[in-house]
C-alpha cells in the first residue's frame, strides 16, 4: 500500500534544539545540520531569549523563543554553550524536567551536558561531555557517572556526547536507533562523516597524560620521554630515583595521578599517536621505537587506550602536505 503525504509527515520525528545563551556555533550547527536536512524528521530550534551571542564571535543567533515550542519534541537536544559556570535560565530547566516527565528522548552535546544536570536529569546516571570540562562536571555534580573517555553515552532516554565531532556520532546514532542502520550511513554520507563510531571509543584528547601536580620526579618523567623505547620496569625507575620501590610508586601518583606504567604506557601511546600523523614510518617501526613492542602489542593497546587501531588512527589523522597532490 503505497503511503501518501499526510501519513508520512506523521511518521517524521519531532526534533527541538534547545539554544541557550553563549551557544558554541559547531554544536548548534551539528544538531540543525543532521536533522534540518533528513526527511524523517521536522526540526526546530529555540533561541533563549530569541536572540543571543555566539560563544566568541561577532553574531548573535535569533529565531523563535517560545519555549512551548519545545512541548511536542521526540527529542530534545541541548548544544554545548561557552559558560559552564553560568547559570541556566530557570524556564529553561523547567522546559527540560517537562520534556523529559513527558517521556521526550533528551540529548545534549558537549557541554550541553551541564545544562542537563542543572535540570537534575542526570543525577544516578552515566554520562559524557567535552573532556576538557569532564572534571568540572564531576566536581560540581558528584551524583553524576562522570565517563570522560567515552565520544556518547546513550542512557535510553537521555544521551550525552563529548564535543563536536562526537556530536555527529551521537546524531547519527539516534537516526540508527530510530530508522535503522541504512537511514544513518545515508546521511552519513551526505555529511562527509564516518557511518558509525561507537559510544565506547575513547575521546581524542590533547594528552593521554594528567598534568602533573608536582615536579620532584620531572627528571625522571623526561628521562622516561626519552627512552620509550627500552625496557623500563618499576625497580629500575625507583633506582634511578632514589627512593624505595614503595615509596617512589607513592610519590609518582601523588604528582601524577598515576601509576609510573599506567604513565608509561600513556605516554607510549602519546608518541605513537604523533609519529602516525606526522611520518609515514611503518607501524611496525613505529611500535619498536616507541616500546609497544611487536604490532599485534601496539594493536592492542591502541584498541584499550584510544578504541580504534594504529592504521586507523592514521587514516584519521595523519598530516598531509597541502601542495601535494
Same mark, same amino acid.
Given at each position: 500500500?503505497?503511503?501518501?503525504?499526510?501519513?508520512?509527515?506523521?511518521?517524521?520525528?519531532?526534533?527541538?534544539?534547545?539554544?541557550?545563551?553563549?551557544?558554541?556555533?559547531?554544536?548548534?550547527?551539528?544538531?540543525? %545540520?543532521?536533522?534540518?536536512?533528513? &526527511?524523517?524528521?521536522?526540526? $526546530?530550534?529555540?533561541?533563549?531569549?530569541?536572540? !543571543?551571542?555566539?560563544?566568541? $564571535?561577532?553574531?548573535?543567533?535569533?529565531?523563535?523563543?517560545?519555549?512551548?515550542?519545545?512541548?511536542?519534541?521526540?527529542? +530534545?537536544?541541548?548544544?554545548?554553550?561557552?559558560?559552564?559556570?553560568?547559570?541556566? &535560565?530557570?524556564?529553561?530547566?523547567?522546559?527540560?524536567?517537562?520534556?523529559?516527565?513527558?517521556?521526550?528522548?533528551?540529548?545534549?552535546?558537549?557541554?550541553?551536558?551541564?545544562?542537563?544536570?542543572?535540570? #537534575?536529569?542526570?543525577?544516578?546516571?552515566?554520562?559524557?561531555?567535552?573532556?576538557?570540562?569532564?572534571?568540572?562536571?564531576? =566536581?560540581?555534580?558528584?551524583?553524576?557517572?562522570?565517563?570522560?573517555?567515552?565520544?556518547?553515552?546513550?542512557?535510553?532516554?537521555?544521551?550525552?556526547?563529548?564535543?563536536?565531532?562526537?556530536?555527529?556520532?551521537?546524531?547519527?546514532?539516534?537516526?540508527?536507533?530510530?530508522?535503522?542502520?541504512?537511514?544513518?550511513?545515508?546521511?552519513?554520507?551526505?555529511?562527509?562523516?564516518?557511518?558509525?563510531?561507537?559510544?565506547? %571509543?575513547?575521546?581524542?584528547?590533547?594528552?593521554?597524560?594528567?598534568? &602533573?601536580?608536582?615536579?620532584? @620526579?620531572? =627528571?625522571?618523567?623526561?628521562?622516561?620521554?626519552?627512552?620509550?623505547?627500552?625496557?623500563?620496569?618499576?625497580?629500575? @625507575? =625507583?633506582?634511578?630515583?632514589?627512593?624505595?620501590?614503595?615509596?617512589?610508586?607513592?610519590?609518582?601518583?601523588?604528582?601524577?595521578?598515576?601509576?609510573?606504567?599506567?604513565?608509561?604506557?600513556?605516554?607510549?601511546?602519546?608518541?605513537?599517536?604523533?609519529? +602516525?600523523?606526522?611520518?609515514?614510518?611503518?607501524?611496525?617501526?613505529?611500535?619498536?621505537?616507541?616500546?609497544?613492542?611487536?604490532?599485534?602489542?601496539?594493536?592492542?593497546?591502541?584498541?584499550?587506550?584510544? #578504541?580504534? !587501531?594504529?592504521?586507523?588512527?592514521?587514516?584519521?589523522?595523519?598530516?598531509?602536505?597541502?601542495?601535494?597532490?
Amino acid at each position: 500500500m503505497e503511503m501518501n503525504a499526510a501519513d508520512f509527515r506523521l511518521r517524521r520525528r519531532r526534533v527541538a534544539v534547545l539554544s541557550l545563551p553563549r551557544v558554541l556555533p559547531l554544536e548548534l550547527g551539528i544538531a540543525t %545540520q543532521v536533522f534540518s536536512m533528513d &526527511p524523517n524528521y521536522q526540526l $526546530s530550534v529555540v533561541v533563549f531569549g530569541g536572540a !543571543s551571542p555566539v560563544a566568541e $564571535s561577532s553574531f548573535v543567533v535569533s529565531g523563535a523563543s517560545d519555549l512551548a515550542g519545545l512541548a511536542d519534541a521526540d527529542t +530534545l537536544i541541548v548544544p554545548g554553550y561557552e559558560d559552564t559556570e553560568a547559570r541556566v &535560565p530557570e524556564e529553561a530547566l523547567v522546559a527540560l524536567r517537562a520534556a523529559h516527565e513527558r517521556g521526550a528522548r533528551i540529548v545534549s552535546i558537549c557541554s550541553g551536558a551541564f545544562a542537563l544536570a542543572a535540570a #537534575g536529569l542526570l543525577n544516578g546516571r552515566p554520562a559524557t561531555t567535552h573532556w576538557g570540562v569532564s572534571g568540572q562536571l564531576k =566536581a560540581r555534580y558528584p551524583e553524576i557517572d562522570v565517563q570522560p573517555d567515552r565520544l556518547f553515552v546513550d542512557d535510553g532516554d537521555i544521551l550525552t556526547s563529548a564535543g563536536v565531532t562526537a556530536g555527529i556520532d551521537l546524531c547519527l546514532h539516534l537516526i540508527r536507533v530510530d530508522y535503522g542502520a541504512a537511514a544513518a550511513n545515508r546521511r552519513a554520507r551526505a555529511l562527509v562523516a564516518p557511518p558509525q563510531r561507537s559510544g565506547d %571509543q575513547a575521546q581524542y584528547v590533547e594528552r593521554s597524560r594528567p598534568v &602533573p601536580t608536582g615536579d620532584e @620526579l620531572g =627528571a625522571l618523567r623526561d628521562w622516561m620521554i626519552e627512552n620509550l623505547a627500552d625496557a623500563i620496569t618499576i625497580d629500575h @625507575l =625507583a633506582a634511578r630515583a632514589h627512593m624505595s620501590r614503595r615509596t617512589f610508586i607513592r610519590r609518582f601518583r601523588v604528582e601524577t595521578g598515576m601509576s609510573p606504567m599506567a604513565w608509561l604506557a600513556n605516554a607510549r601511546i602519546d608518541q605513537a599517536r604523533e609519529l +602516525l600523523e606526522t611520518t609515514t614510518e611503518p607501524v611496525e617501526r613505529i611500535a619498536r621505537l616507541v616500546g609497544l613492542g611487536n604490532p599485534a602489542s601496539a594493536r592492542a593497546a591502541f584498541h584499550r587506550h584510544l #578504541g580504534t !587501531s594504529p592504521k586507523e588512527y592514521r587514516t584519521l589523522f595523519q598530516q598531509r602536505d597541502p601542495t601535494s597532490r
